[in-house]
């Protein structure tokens, strides 16, 4: 069984900062990536950043580039969200999920195999 647990989300100021972190568990993965998406309320769920498990690669959406960035530790089997000057757009539901298997980072949520329960950001202006 399969287990993403987030956790570091919250409320913070516009400008503040919060790292989300998504540990995965429950079996071995041999080539795999992780994201993160995020959903407002009333609006559609929207890609965030994504990372290839071996080698690093990185993508991260052009909404929050420079401001967020996504890291992992392989030891712990974890994936970071650092979420910098953040602004009350940013206030979403955010979710990691994990991409078993492929070759390539997606963007599209549809890809992505396993879902964590989510966390609450809000972002107050």
């Known amino acids: 069984q399969v287990q993403l647990v987030e956790s570091g989300g919250g409320l913070v100021q516009a400008g503040g900062s919060l790292r989300l972190s998504c540990a995965a568990s429950g079996r071995t993965f041999r080539s795999y990536a992780m994201g993160w998406f995020r959903q407002a309320p009333g609006k559609e769920c929207e890609f965030v950043a994504a990372i290839w498990w071996t080698g690093g690669s990185e993508y991260v959406a052009d909404s929050v580039k420079g401001r967020f960035t996504i890291s992992k530790d392989n030891g712990k089997s974890t994936v970071y969200l650092q979420m910098n000057s953040l602004k009350p757009e940013d206030t979403a539901v955010y979710y990691c999920?994990?991409?078993?298997?492929?070759?390539?980072?997606?963007?599209?949520?549809?890809?992505?195999?396993?879902w964590g329960q989510g966390t609450q950001v809000t972002v107050s202006s």
């Open positions: 999920a994990l991409d078993d298997g492929g070759t390539y980072l997606k963007l599209g949520a549809a890809a992505y195999d396993y």
